[in-house]
């Protein structure tokens, strides 16, 4: 907000639970004693933020100066601005000269929302927009990689809908030793889609490979990661950010994508993440999509962290269980 004089964010009512108000705050709320402001309060009203925080991108301002804005709500909220950003991503297709750049921020998403139980847990709006050319999800793990991921959007200038959670998750460890005395990928990596997070040891256990979104869900599969190992396996761990990133990825530089995650990777995995499976999908093979995928299938009841991550059976003990119970 401050390095740009061509930068928006506004929300409806939820500017604080999302954090811009933190970036309306610079300049101030566009009000008629403020023409200048450059924070938006939208009011609750999803469906024209998400046409007017879009639409408003497609401009070009004197000096061809291209306007960006970030339009924030719950994640569960966005499925009411489908339209809007529908009709903009077709506009960047159709008008690449006018080609509009927009972050979707999605916060609260997961099962952990707390108090506000079910309404407004963000567990399957992912499938709408990963339908959608010209735009992608992305689900960073920690501020880090949160960080690459919008320097990484503003650079090839695609619009984004940015998963975020509500509450504070921990910032990893990486480099030399970070996990289980292995080497752990700079953020930076998360910009291909998926990393490794840690590698098989090849030590002729069973191999598994566990290709997981979220940083809650990791954190609890860490937690139980050397009793898995104990039980005779030997655990890959792949964290995907954008399953669409990824793709491309294999399309653009097919020897990296395979460096991270390969066929052989695919016979073994098993998916893992607190919303809808599906966003996963291309980590598994058709047969084994039911089997070998763990994540919500029905809305949940009101809780906190630990309680709601009981009922979805996400915890550390659940996904123990879990993966020991995956035949191969």
Not at 42 to 56: F, K, R, S, V
Not at 221 to 242: A, F, G, H, T, Y
Request: proline letters at 4%; glycine letters at 8%; a neutral charge.
């Amino acid at each position: 907000m401050k390095e740009s004089a061509f930068f928006w964010v506004g929300a409806g009512d939820l500017s604080e639970s999302v954090k811009t108000d933190k970036a309306e705050n610079i300049f101030g709320i566009i009000n008629k004693k403020n023409p200048y402001g450059r924070g938006i309060r939208y009011g609750i009203a999803e469906q024209n933020m998400g046409m007017m925080g879009t639409g408003m991108t497609l401009d070009r301002l004197p000096g061809n100066f291209a306007p960006a804005s970030v339009i924030g709500t719950y994640a569960a909220f966005t499925s009411m601005m489908c339209n809007g950003i529908r009709v903009a991503v077709i506009n960047n297709h159709i008008y690449p000269k006018n080609k509009g750049f927009f972050i979707v921020l999605a916060s609260h998403d997961g099962p952990e929302v707390g108090e506000d139980g079910p309404t407004h847990q963000g567990l399957y709006w992912m499938s709408i927009f990963t339908a959608y050319p010209g735009i992608k999800v992305y689900k960073p793990t920690d501020a880090n990689e949160t960080i690459e991921m919008l320097f990484h959007a503003i650079k090839i200038g695609e619009p984004i809908i940015l998963s975020v959670s509500r509450p504070d998750v921990h910032v990893l460890s990486r480099g030399k030793n970070a996990c289980c005395g292995q080497f752990v990928s700079p953020a930076k990596e998360a910009t291909n889609g998926a990393y490794i997070f840690k590698d098989y040891k090849n030590n002729a256990k069973q191999k598994m490979c566990v290709a997981v979104s979220g940083a809650i869900v990791l954190n609890n599969l860490l937690q139980v990661l050397p009793e898995l190992e104990n039980k005779n396996l030997d655990i890959k761990v792949v964290v995907v950010i954008s399953p669409e990133l990824f793709s491309d990825l294999k399309k653009k530089n097919k020897n990296k994508a395979e460096s991270i995650f390969n066929s052989d990777d695919r016979k073994v995995c098993v998916t893992l993440h607190a919303g809808w499976k599906g966003f996963l999908r291309d980590f598994l093979d058709n047969d084994y999509f039911d089997e070998r995928s763990i994540g919500l299938e029905t809305y949940l009841e009101s809780g906190n962290v630990e309680e709601v991550y009981e009922m979805a059976k996400l915890t550390s003990e659940d996904i123990k269980k879990k993966l020991l119970g995956v035949k191969f």
